[in-house]
């Protein structure tokens, strides 16, 4: 029997024991009457007996400990009560919802498997786990861009480092000063943010807190020691709190900005950044750390803001853009050819997407069992069954089964035989089988991969749920057991979002026409648009919507951070044959040359470097104005080299903000 396997009999063991006592126990019981232990010298069972006891509390198993008074001897007791879920006061339709969401994100979130088992625990019991998703499902679209099995293979590395409290090693590029070295770090968690992933931890160069870009990790993620566990989670840390700020706040602040803004703009603007800044009449104040990243983001609105203090910010605005100017006037520059392929090298074999802890899944098969028993004494359940609920490999159900056989309470007392014949299991429940007929509280892991969920579809589980998502949160968070999940970070989204997706949901599944409220940039207020609504779509980090639009009689998609409102209509409509989503459908292609300073950070999203240092890349632009403004944003750093037309609508749109932003006349001296 393998390390592994003696490890998990010896931990399922101790929890069974400790429950069928009511006495506090000392060690010297647990080493007579658990399995796994009698065997050990005194000197190896203290040592596997610590590890386990944390091992355990770090999968959120209750244990508790007391020095008894009159022999000083250390006690351990585990209640029922608080090893068992309370009862779950979910919803059917909330229960639904969050089917719905396993079944978007499949294929799209490292995280499945825990969030799988997660609800298995929750919907012990009850039945519809095995029914068809909810309707809206079929016309919802979940897309994570980054996602790949190289993204997934890490992320399942450091979150086994986080759980266990290991010390890792990794090569990281560090894309500001395009550099790669080794870094050792403290993982203390994995956050999403934006479309990208990031671990937080100590980092030893620095012996201070860190965030590192997941993508940016190169080679394989290795564990720095030998040593069962390298450090203990700070006391104060919360992972929200080292969410990445937006980039002109990323560093040391040096100042406070002033920036105008007109129309609907100061709307979005406070909708999306009020964590950042605030908005006084109008104005966006927001403090910053790096100027040249403020520029771009104001030239990114494309005139729809306007730089009031401090004077360095409009000084910088001004030169960025007659740099914009002059290098879109006359012949476009020449391109450097692009860099010689290198020899391909093998592929790094990449572990699986996250997996649940087999201690978990022990736990959560061992409830369902005996479940299936209920008052009985035995029970036949089909095998494919089994595996399909748990996700375990056919060929290693009967181990699985076999494991569990040897779970005891001391005494020769065990839990469970369960048995495979042929294409069932057969199971016969023990003596004290019914101790562990309810579903377990969930593991941290369980836990944060349900909180992971709800960032990112969580809108959409409040809409099937026909309630705000808080409460839903709530109502989960109240069973993930006694620990705090400052490893995961609040899930993202608002009010606003919730109910922009309840409508359009609810539009979809009755076919009525919506009303949308919809500012898109490059407009100064919000406009009408009356649409029939087809399918909602989560590309990380935003929402859209695809639809008709009757307003504009075409083919329309809406983020929904742009949508000041959604609001039904009585009119209904008939869908149409063939109707298709096609983004950029009637697209040009535009060829942009990215200068040294910015070509790094556009071919880690895919432009193709140069010999020169520089970058090339071919974008679908699907009107000038958004490919206006996304030149603007580089202060003069990307250069459109074809088609004509559009390198002199960025010319003409880059000498009109001098004039419209009060700029044409300010003087300039250090390039920004």
């Not at 978007?104 to 786990?129: D, I, S, T």
């Not at 090693?169 to 968690?189: G, K, Q, V």
């Not at 992933?197 to 012996?207: A, E, L, S």
């Not at 019914?434 to 509280?441: A, G, L, V």
Request: hydrophobic share 40%.
């Amino acid at each position: 029997m393998s390390h592994d396997t003696d490890k998990l009999i010896r931990q399922l063991s101790l929890v069974a024991f400790l429950m069928a006592e009511i006495r506090p126990i000392t060690a010297r019981d647990v080493k007579q009457n658990v399995e796994g232990y009698s065997e050990m010298s005194d000197e190896a069972f203290a040592r596997r007996f610590y590890s386990d006891r944390a091992e355990l509390t770090a999968l959120g198993v209750p244990l508790q400990s007391q020095r008894d008074e009159f022999t000083g001897e250390e006690l351990y007791t585990l209640r029922s009560e608080r090893y068992f879920l309370p009862e779950l006061k979910l919803t059917n339709d909330e229960l639904a919802a969050l089917q719905t969401c396993l079944y978007l994100l499949e294929g799209q979130f490292a995280y499945a498997e825990p969030f799988r088992l997660a609800l298995q625990n929750l919907a012990l019991g009850r039945p519809g786990f095995r029914d068809a998703p909810t309707e809206i499902a079929e016309r919802v679209a979940v897309r994570d861009p980054d996602y790949s099995p190289e993204l997934a293979g890490r992320l399942s590395k450091l979150e086994t480092a986080i759980s266990k409290q290991r010390t890792v090693r990794f090569e990281y590029w560090s894309i500001a000063r395009d550099e790669t070295r080794e870094r050792t770090l403290d993982p203390f968690a994995l956050l999403p943010h934006e479309g990208s992933w990031y671990v937080i931890g100590r980092d030893h160069d620095v012996d201070d807190i860190r965030t590192f870009r997941v993508s940016r990790i190169r080679g394989d993620i290795r564990f720095a020691t030998r040593r069962e566990r390298d450090f203990r989670l700070p006391a104060a840390f919360k992972a929200e709190d080292h969410r990445p700020p937006p980039p002109w706040q990323m560093g040391e602040i040096v100042g406070e900005a002033r920036i105008e803004l007109s129309g609907d703009t100061a709307w979005w603007v406070e909708r999306t950044y009020r964590r950042h800044g605030r908005v006084e009449d109008g104005v966006f104040v927001t403090p910053y750390a790096d100027l040249g990243h403020l520029v771009s983001w104001v030239l990114r609105l494309d005139g729809r803001a306007a730089p009031v203090r401090p004077d360095e910010l409009r000084r910088a605005t001004a030169s960025s853009l007659r740099r914009v100017r002059e290098r879109h006037e006359g012949s476009p520059p020449k391109v450097a050819r692009p860099v010689a392929a290198e020899d391909e090298q093998p592929p790094e074999r990449h572990a699986g997407p996250v997996a649940p802890e087999r201690f978990g899944v022990l736990q959560a098969l061992l409830a369902y069992l005996l479940a299936a028993c209920g008052e009985q004494r035995e029970a036949e359940i089909p095998a494919a069954e089994l595996v399909e609920r748990f996700s375990i490999p056919s060929e290693s159900l009967e181990e699985h089964l076999s494991l569990l056989n040897l779970v005891n309470f001391g005494g020769g007392c065990y839990a469970v035989y369960a048995e495979l014949r042929g294409d069932h299991v057969h199971v016969d429940k023990e003596l004290f089988g019914d101790t562990f007929r309810s579903p377990p509280r969930l593991t941290p892991l369980e836990a944060r991969a349900i909180r992971l969920a709800l960032e990112f579809v969580g809108p959409m589980i409040a809409a099937e749920a026909h309630r705000p998502l808080d409460k839903v949160r709530k109502k989960l968070e109240q069973t993930f057991g006694e620990f705090a999940l400052v490893q995961t970070g609040e899930p993202g989204g608002d009010e606003a979002e919730e109910d922009l997706i309840a409508t359009l949901s609810e539009g979809i599944k009755q076919r009525r026409l919506v009303e949308l409220e919809y500012w898109k940039v490059g407009e100064v207020n919000a406009a009408s648009h009356v649409v029939e609504p087809y399918v909602l779509e989560r590309q990380l980090p935003y929402w859209y919507v695809h639809t008709w639009d009757r307003t504009r009689d075409d083919v329309r998609s809406f983020r929904l951070d742009r949508m000041r409102a959604a609001r039904l209509s009585e009119e209904t409509f008939e869908p149409r044959d063939g109707f298709e989503s096609v983004p950029l459908r009637d697209a040009r292609v535009a060829r942009i040359h990215y200068s040294k300073a910015v070509a790094r950070y556009e071919t880690e999203r895919g432009a193709l470097l140069l010999a020169d240092g520089t970058a090339l890349a071919e974008h679908k632009v699907g009107s000038t104005e958004w490919l206006v403004s996304e030149i603007l944003r580089f202060r003069g750093e990307a250069v459109v080299l074809e088609p004509e037309d559009l390198r002199h609508s960025v010319a003409v749109r880059a000498r009109e903000l001098l004039s419209e932003l009060r700029l044409a006349r300010l003087r300039v001296g250090v390039s920004a």
